[in-house]
């Protein structure tokens, strides 16, 4: 295993402090280099380490025990020996504080969505603008997600594919009871609005809030309603 790259702590203490986990030493030094420009702006982003395997990123962020040494790490998906996806999720087990910036040469469709899920407080494509680089790390440092809008669209398309496959596994007699349950009516006035006993409706119910991932009424209201945005004719 190589040693992980250690830079010399010559930046300003108040620094954006970044670990850039890549094995490609070209994209490592066009980061370090797009990240240095930024010097002149406020705060300043200093890379202090670089890994080039899954196994050598967990080890030097241990070595700095995580947010006490490190603000951000950038982390390239196709890490050698432990991809980048297992690695973020180690990371987010062990330092949940530590924001991860994922990187990729694949399009926001394929992946982001993915890391995102897995905790990643944003995805970057490789070919991203320098301001853009510099803009991400600034903004999950300080706490923020950041989201391209082609990572918002690749978003909004899971989360309305998701909610059709909710209410499309109901069937005819639950979707009956959804739109009753999701205006607001009790289980005893949709009994008497569909000719059911009530423990049939609350059957109904319990199928339809496992289908739909929600856990009570409040929870399917809301869900109906972004529904019935993303999909009106459904």
């Not at 002149?40 to 995580?66: D, F, H, K, Y």
């Not at 330092?95 to 969505?113: C, H, I, N, R």
């Not at 289980?187 to 119910?205: C, D, F, K, M, P």
């Not at 991932?213 to 209201?221: Q, R, S």
Request: glycine share 8%; proline share 6%.
């Amino acid at each position: 295993m190589n040693t992980p790259t250690v830079h010399p702590s010559s930046h300003p203490p108040d620094a954006i402090r970044v670990l850039i986990g890549d094995d490609h030493h070209i994209v490592r030094e066009g980061l370090k280099q797009v990240l240095g420009d930024a010097a002149n702006g406020t705060p300043e982003i200093a890379v202090v380490a670089e890994a080039l395997t899954g196994p050598e990123v967990l080890a030097s962020v241990r070595s700095r025990a995580g947010p006490d040494g490190l603000d951000v790490v950038l982390l390239d998906i196709a890490l050698p020996n432990q991809d980048g996806l297992e690695v973020l999720q180690t990371l987010r087990r062990e330092w949940p504080g530590l924001p991860v910036l994922m990187l990729s040469t694949y399009p926001e469709k394929q992946y982001a969505v993915r890391c995102i899920k897995l905790g990643a407080a944003g995805y970057l494509n490789k070919s991203a603008d320098a301001d853009d680089m510099v803009r991400a790390v600034r903004k999950v440092a300080g706490g923020g997600l950041y989201v391209t809008p082609a990572t918002a669209e690749a978003l909004a398309a899971a989360v309305g594919h998701a909610m059709r496959q909710g209410t499309e596994a109901l069937s005819h007699r639950e979707h009956q009871v959804f739109r009753l349950l999701s205006a607001g009516h009790s289980v005893s006035e949709i009994g008497a609005q569909l000719g059911l006993a009530a423990n049939t409706v609350s059957t109904y119910r319990a199928r339809i809030l496992e289908k739909t991932g929600t856990k009570n009424d409040v929870e399917l209201a809301l869900y109906a309603e972004r529904h019935a945005k993303l999909a009106p004719d459904t």
